[in-house]
Each structure stands twice: as C-alpha cells, then as structure tokens.
C-alpha cells in the first residue's frame, strides 16, 4: 500500500519544518480525541517543499495565486511547470472563474 503523503508547498522556498513539526503535533492530538487511538506516523510520508514547487522569488504579491494554482495542479494530477512569469494569465482565469460560477477554474499553463 503506498504511504499517505503531507506535503508542504512554499512558493517562498520557506524551510516549513516548524510548521510540519506543530502540524504533525496537531494531526497526532485530534486523531487521539477523535478517534480513540494513537496516530500511526508510519503510514506517512511528510515532505517539506517538494522540490518541483514553483518559487515566486521576491515578489511578495503572488503567493496566494501561486498556492491556489499549485494546489488546482497537483488535484488534477499535472506538473508543476509554471513560473511566476504566468501568476498574471492565472489571475485573469481564477477571475473570470469566480465570475463565471458555470465554469470552475482549471489552471490550464499557458503556452508561452
């Protein structure tokens, strides 16, 4: 059986391992009080910023683009492969997709 996977996507290239470490300390704590047992870490791998994850570099105004469509990507099973280069056409398309409620985003990359 493949492992479960928590994986902690930072388009500023921040480490995470402080926030793995508190994530893991609550996922260990709610699945005692929830479910009534210890939480069995082995059945999951934890990686700290895959190394495929777009960065944003300096710009401090794309991460939540940056985030949504590296979370849309990787729910559709796609690469990662954009830059921050393509953040304006993403904007324009989450945009368009909260006005259009019939058509949901799908970050489709750009052809460049």
Known sequence: MDKKKV???DSKAYDGSRFMDL????LKDEHQQVIGEP???EEWEWV???SDCPS???NNN???VMISAIGDLLLQDLPL???LSDVPYYRRRMT????????PFSPVVPIS
């Open 81 to 83: 492969n954009f830059r």
């Open 48 to 50: 700290h910023y895959p």
């Open 23 to 26: 994530f893991f300390l609550y």
């Open 62 to 64: 794309a991460c939540g």
């Open 56 to 58: 944003q570099g300096r």
């Open 7 to 9: 994986m902690y996507y």
């Open 39 to 41: 939480f069995n870490n």
């Open 96 to 103: 368009l997709s909260i006005l259009d409620q019939e058509h």
